[in-house]
């Protein structure tokens, strides 16, 4: 008896004196530590803008007191949306800093250049922001999961809408030569199947290039009567500004990442755009048509107090917002277990997240047979003064 005593008395002390849990890398008691690179400057800054949204959400968040007891620590490099930067400030998050995961990088290119990188490194690669569909690739990248649709769900959208509204028309696509622009080029060729070569003329530009007002010419010089953008802000907008300087009145559509107003319309000019289209799954918070939304006036209120001074009509907020309003989601369901095998698991098993500046019907739901956050979009006509949503809510599959 005695002997077991002393037995169990030796066991309690060992446990007591047994060091804690190890908390997982870039995670402690009372923090998170997140990292994330953004085009804060170069020819994508306007982009940027989604992470001042992030940022933002995050100060709200911890302001609040975090999240299951840690506050966010939000590290962010500027990587001038040059893919060499990237890989260098990435690194830096993932070696130096040695972040828990990266949430939410911005840029087509720069993903492009860090995505093998991070999933060898086994790092959450979560709610990257480009819809490059290979990045949705379960097997290829494992880590990573995506925070837009991807640019082939909203290319056969697009192009569903031109065969079905000008079934005869010439369609000519100006694309970014990176893997942004060629998925909606090949989102045409998969939805036109043979009819492609005959119905498409595609012509590709540099981000370095300081203008594409010769391609716009060229492209109109074709004949063609639909005219599609799939490229960043200031390259829609000099495209609006040059397609109306020569007069030529196409059916015109832009990509989703260019509908910003602030970063395209009002630079392009107001009435120049007038009756182009784009693809959203985000109420517009300056539309008055949303006055007595709750959500909408959730966000002025939460916009005014943590963006003052910030141009509310830029959608690139709003986006960030979304972003982390999804981080906030992840870190909840993970509870107390921050290990990044965690961390992945629960950002591919998001059920029905309805966030309050979506549009009606548009919900987050993430699985073992998607990655996506949004698999839903709606087409919108810009009427010189906002964004009107018609047709419903269509799926991945253009429905």
């Not at 120049?272 to 109420?283: C, D, L, Q, S, Y």
């Not at 517009?284 to 006036?297: L, M, Y």
């Not at 739901?365 to 949503?389: C, F, I, K």
Request: glycine share 8%; charged share 20%; net charge neutral.
């Amino acid at each position: 008896m005695f002997t077991r005593t002393l037995m169990v008395a030796a066991i309690g002390a060992a446990i007591a004196g047994a060091p804690a849990r190890a908390e997982p890398l870039g995670v402690t008691s009372s923090e998170v530590k997140i990292g994330a690179t953004f085009p804060f400057s170069g020819p994508a800054s306007p982009l940027s803008n989604t992470g001042k949204g992030l940022i933002a959400y995050i100060n709200s968040i911890n302001e609040r007191g975090g999240i299951n007891g840690r506050k966010i620590n939000l590290i962010t490099y500027d990587d001038a949306y040059s893919p060499p930067k990237t890989v260098e400030q990435t690194r830096k998050l993932i070696e130096s800093d040695e972040v828990a995961f990266l949430f939410g990088p911005l840029g087509t290119p720069g993903i492009s250049a860090t995505i093998k990188y991070v999933n060898a490194k086994k790092v959450p690669h979560l709610f990257v922001v480009s819809g490059v569909t290979r990045f949705t690739n379960f097997a290829e990248f494992p880590m990573t999961t995506t925070g837009l649709p991807s640019y082939d769900t909203e290319g056969r959208i697009y192009a569903k809408y031109v065969t079905q509204t000008r079934p005869n028309a010439k369609i000519a696509i100006l694309y970014q030569n990176d893997d942004l622009g060629k998925d909606f080029v090949n989102a045409f060729k998969g939805y036109l199947k043979e009819d492609f070569d005959d119905k498409v003329v595609a012509s590709s530009y540099e981000v370095t290039e300081p203008t594409i007002d010769s391609h716009v010419v060229m492209l109109k010089a074709s004949g063609a009567e639909a005219f599609l953008v799939a490229g960043t802000p200031k390259f829609a907008a000099q495209a609006i500004k040059k397609a109306d300087e020569i007069g030529w009145k196409p059916l015109f559509l832009i990509n989703y990442v260019s509908s910003s107003v602030s970063s395209t319309i009002v630079p392009a000019g107001l009435d120049k755009a007038i009756g182009i289209v784009a693809a959203t799954m985000i109420k517009d918070p300056n539309d008055t048509k949303w006055d007595d939304d709750a959500g909408v006036k959730w966000y002025r209120e939460y916009f005014a107090k943590y963006l003052p001074g910030a141009d509310i009509g830029d959608a690139n907020y709003l986006f960030g917002t979304q972003q982390g309003q999804i981080l906030e989601q992840v870190l909840k369901q993970c509870g107390d277990d921050l290990s990044r095998e965690n961390v992945v698991r629960q950002s591919r098993s998001i059920r029905g997240l309805s966030l309050p500046t979506l549009i009606p019907g548009v919900t987050i739901n993430t699985g073992a047979d998607n990655s996506m956050a949004y698999t839903q979009l709606q087409l919108q006509r810009w009427n010189g003064t906002t964004w009107e949503q018609f047709g419903s809510v269509l799926s991945a599959d253009g429905r």
